[in-house]
T-cell receptor, first 109, second 112 residues
Framework: AQRVTQPEKLLSVFKGAPVELKCNYS??????LFWYVQYSRQRLQLLLR??SRESIKGFTADLNKGETSFHLKKPFAQEEDSAMYYC???????????FGTGTRLLVSP | DAGVIQSPRHEVTEMGQEVTLRCKPI?????LFWYRQTMMRGLELLIY????????DSGMPEDRFSAKMPNASFSTLKIQPSEPRDSAVYFC??????????FGPGTRLTVT
């Protein structure tokens, strides 16, 4: 069965500090993974997908199949990064996303 | 473009009452998803439609929950009868591709 685990409910860092939001998955097929973000008073939206290998708002995420992880990283956190972050796995059979429970990132000045 | 529209934004009801949540997807999107968000369980997929047809309703918790999509521009999620444990934020999302879903603002449901 496919599953996404985000072990931290809350991650609190100071501005300028590095950030790593953890995500582990279990999936028997070839995984497609994504990060979604929800800023305060805004809608949940796609942040990045592993296939694109992009850096969005300074965030990157590398798929590590050996460790079944897809951690989201940013070298220097900004206050505007404070948000709820969800890791998601694509179930290609049913063409649907399976979300983790989310991690709230709080960046303090 | 207003994006995905959901109504009502807030709903407070008493246990045992029927609740109907509404969603208007983005025009041209052929998939529609209903999610429930709680602190404990995060974001759970309840059901999704493709071209107005329910494809996967394995996430619907009980027979008290039902969803319909009578046409490409409207969907409803109904809870009858409602219970306090149904209190959550319910999101509707639509998409053209399975992975890039566009979420609505959500309906915050409180069942007392």
């Amino acid at each position: 069965a496919q599953r996404v685990t985000q072990p931290e409910k809350l991650l609190s860092v100071f501005k300028g500090a590095p950030v790593e939001l953890k995500c582990n998955y279990s999936y028997s097929g070839s995984p497609e993974l994504f990060w979604y973000v929800q800023y305060s008073r805004q809608r949940l939206q796609l942040l990045l997908r592993h296939i694109s290998r992009e850096s969005i708002k300074g965030f990157t995420a590398d798929l590590n199949k050996g460790e079944t992880s897809f951690h989201l990283k940013k070298p220097f956190a900004q206050e505007e990064d404070s948000a709820m972050y969800y890791c998601a796995l694509m179930n290609t059979g049913f063409q649907k996303l399976v979300f983790g429970t989310g991690t709230r990132l709080l960046v303090s000045p | 473009d207003a994006g995905v529209i959901q109504s009502p934004r807030h709903e407070v009801t008493e246990m045992g009452q029927e609740v109907t949540l509404r969603c208007k997807p983005i025009s041209g999107h052929n998939s529609l998803f209903w999610y429930r968000q709680t602190m404990m369980r995060g974001l759970e997929l309840l059901i999704y439609f493709n071209n107005n047809v329910p494809i996967d309703d394995s996430g619907m918790p009980e027979d008290r929950f039902s969803a319909k999509m009578p046409n490409a521009s409207f969907s409803t999620l109904k809870i009858q009868p409602s219970e306090p444990r149904d209190s959550a934020v319910y999101f509707c999302a639509s998409s053209r591709t399975a992975y890039e879903q566009y979420f609505g603002p959500g309906t915050r449901l409180t069942v007392t």
